[in-house]
């Protein structure tokens, strides 16, 4: 994996919905509505995918 050498400053605002919903605004106009499932299988690909990073 190669390292990033330039450092990039920035923010992310979380707002708590609910246990399950967030909604995360960035200082660059990002916005992310993240919400949280319980999935066996998506967490096994995950832990598959980030070995190979």
Known sequence: ???????????L????LSNKL???RGDK???FVLRKIHSPTLFKNFKEFIKIY
């Open 22 to 24: 967030r909604i995360c």
């Open 13 to 16: 605002e979380i707002t708590y």
């Open 29 to 31: 106009g990002t916005l």
């Open 1 to 11: 994996m190669q390292e990033i050498k330039n450092e990039q400053l920035g923010w």
